[in-house]
């Protein structure tokens, strides 16, 4: 399964001049922000997943929270990779064999956090990697992904406008 970027970045792209010019920023002066932006959605994402509870026997929230949860972080890992100019716009999803969910989370922290020491195109693409990665564990299509993208954009420019 493949997922196709090339209409996101530029969407990306627009709402971030969209807050740099209403909250006087730059890509530089929030990069850190932009960075732990993603790891606390990811944090999100997964709380909303439970895959990690163990101890609880409650089952995972409904399709379309997580999907938003998902999309939020899709939203500041485009950004970092807007600043970077990224190139690379076509992505294999595929799950690890003998991993779970939990698996591929820490490996999207763990790249995450990789760009934190070193902000390279070569590094974004192995965090981008691995974030589109969590696709394969969640019974969505790319299509899906990117309909559900494309809402969130739509919720937040309503919230520049409103000034959420």
């Known amino acids: 399964m493949k997922i196709d970027l090339s209409t996101l970045y530029p969407l990306q792209a627009e709402l971030d001049l969209d807050i740099a010019k209403r909250h006087n920023v730059t890509y530089e002066s929030t990069f850190h922000s932009r960075l732990l932006a993603l790891i606390v959605e990811l944090g999100e994402f997964a709380n909303e997943t439970r895959c990690f509870k163990y101890w609880s026997l409650k089952g995972p929230s409904e399709k379309n929270v997580i999907l938003e949860e998902y999309v939020d972080g899709l939203h500041f890992i485009l950004s970092l990779g807007v600043a970077l100019k ?13 991993y779970n969910l939990v698996n591929a989370i820490l490996d999207a922290y763990q790249s995450a956090i990789d760009l934190k020491d070193n902000y390279s195109l070569a590094n974004y693409e192995v ?6 990665n969590l696709i394969a564990y969640l019974g969505v299509t790319p299509d899906e992904v990117i309909n559900a993208y494309r809402s969130k954009l739509l919720v937040n420019y309503e919230r520049q406008i409103n000034k959420y």
């Open 86 to 98: 990224a190139q690379k716009m076509i992505y294999e999803i595929s799950a690890k064999k003998e």
């Open 127 to 132: 965090a981008m990697s691995n974030y589109l």
